[in-house]
Nanobody
């Protein structure tokens, strides 16, 4: 599956952005989708994930209550709505996919970047104070 992330930009603290990830090439609905981010000099970190059926979502503690992940299997897209943005949210954001699958996994799987087999190119999010 090929992934294309978009929607990044420059926003003031407290503002909002919506990232989108368009998937092509395979049956999108059979893939677990995740968002990760990487700030300069830091390791890639988990942001959010959504199961293949969209029945469950998972979030990093740092974004819980501010970010919302969703997916539209008919349009082959996964989105990340980011509200109340903070300067520490500044990073390159990547979408990732694992599959095809219809299994259930542990939280420790969803947050592990090495668990995902497909990655998009990244989109820059910059939050100014």
């Amino acid at each position: 599956v090929q992934l294309q992330a978009s929607g990044g930009g420059l926003v003031q603290a407290g503002g909002s952005l919506r990232l989108s990830c368009a998937a092509s090439g395979r049956t999108f609905s059979n893939y677990v989708m995740g968002w990760f981010r990487q700030a300069p000099g830091k390791e890639r970190e988990f942001v959010a994930a959504i199961t293949w059926s969209a029945g469950r979502t998972y979030y990093a503690d740092s974004v819980k209550g501010r970010f919302t992940i969703s997916r539209d299997n008919a349009k082959n897209t996964v989105s990340l709505q980011m509200n109340s943005l903070k300067p520490e949210d500044t990073a390159v954001y990547y979408c990732a996919a694992r599959g095809p699958t219809n299994s259930a996994y542990y939280y420790s799987d969803y947050v592990n970047p090495r668990w995902y087999g497909y990655w998009g190119q990244g989109t820059q999010v910059t939050v100014s104070s």
